[in-house]
């Protein structure tokens, strides 16, 4: 049974499993009326004011196409009431219907959050058909050439010749972490944030990346690089890869290349490749932190602040949602999120016009290989072939989040902003 921790559902609304949080209403607990209390909240350091509703998205790379399309389209809404959203994992929310405020608020700023994996690392090895049972892996060396393939140098269940399983087994290139900041970066400069209250009052209308804030890890404290043991999170990747009905899984290299012997001349001198085994690779280094980024709009802090205070009734949905606007960064994002690399495909390749293998080729054509002298007492020189394609697998986490920073405003302090018309009071809609 598959092991997928970043696989696991999580919906979070408030008043169910979320634990409610105590909010300081406005006018700080004062009677209603009470203008210094007022006067308090208004004069309030944009820094000091609570966040007083927010739902956060947490996404497990790759997504499937399917899931990415819907999800990440041309309209992305993380207030929507939906409680099952393709592939998100995790939705956190203080609302207890989401988008719907329970309570009036004052409505100061709002936060557009995006958070990638603090660790980002890539390694190579190679995609193997996913076992349906457990079983004995293929040798998984760090290169291996179409003689290697075809002569069973990595065990029967990848030859092709007589009696062979030849299962699907891939050049493979493994990346974790890396891909959630290229989803996030193209995310925010892909899309426009909107925020209309009454269903047609504008209230922002800015590229995402202008009032964002990218969470980057990369403090001078906390920021370096190291090593990391690959394992287990290629154990990750591999519960999620199941999870998504991948055909194939990623194996580590565990054996070196050092070169033939045979002439490969006839069925009776074959060429075939000669490995060490090694645990080189058992370690990957790796980059803690990432990009970070601070949108023009928040003024170097992590949540942008509206001019004019807005004032959101309960009942009413919020209105805040990212439409697309750059077709060139939502491919690349999308590229990014995806299992199969859309539009590459699970095996990429370099150009549109190159063959995704040289497999198959027949006779020797040495306009397409290359020389390798073997290793026999005698060497010979042998034309060699590999593939061309590789299969990119890849994982990590993509947060994403809307805050809103503001105050719970009571009926009676409603009223009497109202008619008091307390400065900064702007009511909308």
Known sequence: MAKNLLNKKSIKYGGESREKVMRVPFGLGAPPGDAAAGEKCLRCGFGNVPVVEEVVWTIPLPLTAEQAQMTFGDTVNPLSGSSAVPGVASIDSTFLINGILQTDILA???????????SSFSTIGNAWAAPANISVPPPSPDVWTVNDYNTGAMGIGVYAGPGGDAQAYTPAVFEWGAATWRAGWNFINAYQFQWKTSQRELVLNELAADISYFGSFADAEASGTSELPIIEFVALVNAQYRAQD????????????VGSIGAGTSSTSFNVGIFHPTRDFDLAPVTWGGLRWQGYGCRGQMYRPVESPCFLERGIPIGMIFIAQDAVHQAQMLEALTIDNEPFGTNVVPDVNVSDTTIGNGAFNFNIVMIEQTLDATPFLVPQQVNVNRQVIKGGIFKLGIKIKGWEMPGGWKAYCSEKGIRGFAPHG
């Open 246 to 257: 991948s055909a194939t899984i990623f194996l580590p290299v565990n054996f070196r290349r």
């Open 108 to 118: 100061q700023g709002i936060g557009v959050h995006v958070f990638c994996e603090p």
